[in-house]
């Protein structure tokens, strides 16, 4: 199957920085990538659709100045977190999209956990 | 977001046993359905899909049922294994490409 990385699997950081993941698609281009952000014992919430080229779009109520989504090649979308705060601590999952004929598949990477203090 | 923020009902079944695991979805536009399986500290995995034109569909060991008419799908694993300990989510396709995911299960398989 078609794999997707994230980088990097888990990261602390203080109060106030901003720090950037990674998402990559390692076998196939994907012109949509999606974020997820994950609490524990909750479901995935939907952040953001990362489309190559363009703007991301944002779900409602997640604060695009917060949470910067770039999409530079049909490999790579980033997430960075500004001005982190302990409240922002979660598991971060990207997913990128295959096209395959009439159907497009979601294929998740591995998640970062990310801690803030 | 669209996911509902409560903690995860659980569900332990006997090693060999089949499990039912359910799901409520909230569009009646919705027109695609995956169920995955998330172990702890990882990616959530493909297990099913199924197309709001089908009302059954069989893999391996998984059947994945779905009523349009009350909105419910339904993930059956036949002869449950303790590899199958994982939390089980059910996502919905509302015409574009975006997934929106339930609240999911949390499988234990007692041996």
């Known amino acids: 199957g078609a794999v997707v990385s994230q980088h990097p699997s888990r990261v602390i950081c203080k109060s106030g920085t901003s720090v950037k993941i990674e998402c990559r698609s390692l076998?196939?281009?994907?012109?949509?990538m999606f974020w997820y952000r994950q609490f524990p014992k909750q479901s995935l919430m939907l952040m953001a659709t990362?489309?190559?080229?363009?703007?991301?779009?944002?779900e409602q109520g997640v604060e695009k100045d917060k949470f910067l989504i770039n999409h530079a090649s049909l490999t790579l979308s980033t997430l960075t977190v500004t001005s982190a705060h302990p409240e922002d601590s979660s598991f971060y999952i990207c997913?990128?999209?295959?096209?395959?004929?009439?159907?497009?598949?979601?294929?998740f990477g591995p998640g970062t956990r990310l801690t803030v203090t | 977001g669209e996911s509902v923020g409560l903690h995860l009902p659980t569900l332990s079944v006997q090693e060999g046993d089949n499990s039912i695991i359910n799901c409520a979805y909230s569009n009646s536009a919705s027109d695609y359905f995956i169920w995955y399986k998330q172990e702890s500290g990882k990616g959530p995995q493909f297990i099913i899909d199924i197309r709001s034109n089908m009302d059954k569909r069989q893999g391996q060991r998984v059947t994945v049922l779905l009523n349009k008419t009350v909105k419910h799908l339904s993930l059956q694993i036949a002869a449950t294994q303790p590899g199958d300990s994982a939390v089980y989510f059910c996502?919905?396709?509302?015409?574009?490409?975006?997934?929106?995911f339930g609240t999911g299960t949390s499988l234990t398989v007692i041996p």
């Open positions: 990362s489309n190559e080229g363009s703007k991301a779009t944002y």
């Open positions: 996502a919905e396709k509302r015409g574009g490409n975006q997934f929106y």
């Open positions: 997913s990128a999209l295959r096209t395959s004929g009439r159907f497009n598949e979601q294929y």
């Open positions: 076998d196939f281009q994907a012109t949509t």
